[in-house]
C-alpha cells in the first residue's frame, strides 16, 4: 500500500449530479492535498485526469474535493480511481484502488436505487446484505 503524507483518503469517494453526460466525484482527505481523480470508460486502458482545482489551478490547500467530470456518454460504465500529486516534484500518485461508476441513459430507463443508513456496526449478516446490493 502507498501511504500519502497528506492525500490519504478519509471518506468517500460519493458520486452525484449523474446526468448522461456528466457527474460529479467527491471525496475527502485526511489533510490538504492537491487531489483528483483518473477516469476511463471500463474495458479501455487510457484515464482522463479530471482535478479539484480553484480558478483553472490544481488547488493544494483543500481536504474536501469535488471533481466534476463531464464529456461522458450516456448509459456507460466508467471506472475511476482517486489520484494525488506529490509535491514538490508534482508525482502522480495512487493506491490503484478502482471504483465504477454508470452515466445515465437519455431519456428514461427505469433504474434501481439503493440507499442504506448508518448502521453504526457490522456483522456478517449486514455485510452480506450490503455486498449483495451495492454492486448490482
Request: charged share 30%.
Amino acid at each position: 500500500k502507498v501511504v500519502y503524507p497528506a492525500g490519504e483518503l478519509k471518506y468517500g469517494p460519493y458520486i452525484t449530479d449523474v446526468a448522461s453526460d456528466s457527474a460529479v466525484v467527491s471525496f475527502v482527505t485526511k489533510e490538504p492535498a492537491p487531489s483528483g481523480i483518473a477516469m476511463r470508460k471500463a474495458g479501455t486502458k487510457e484515464f482522463n485526469r479530471f482535478w479539484s482545482h480553484s480558478w483553472y489551478q490544481i488547488d493544494p490547500g483543500k481536504r474536501v474535493h469535488r471533481i466534476d467530470v463531464d464529456g461522458l456518454e450516456p448509459d456507460t460504465v466508467y471506472e475511476y480511481k482517486i489520484i494525488y500529486l506529490e509535491r514538490p516534484e508534482n508525482r502522480e500518485l495512487s493506491d490503484n484502488k478502482m471504483f465504477r461508476l454508470r452515466t445515465a441513459a437519455k431519456g428514461f430507463k427505469p433504474f434501481k436505487i439503493f440507499v442504506t443508513g448508518d448502521l453504526q456496526y457490522l456483522d456478517d449478516k449486514q455485510c452480506d446484505i450490503l455486498n449483495k446490493y451495492m454492486y448490482l
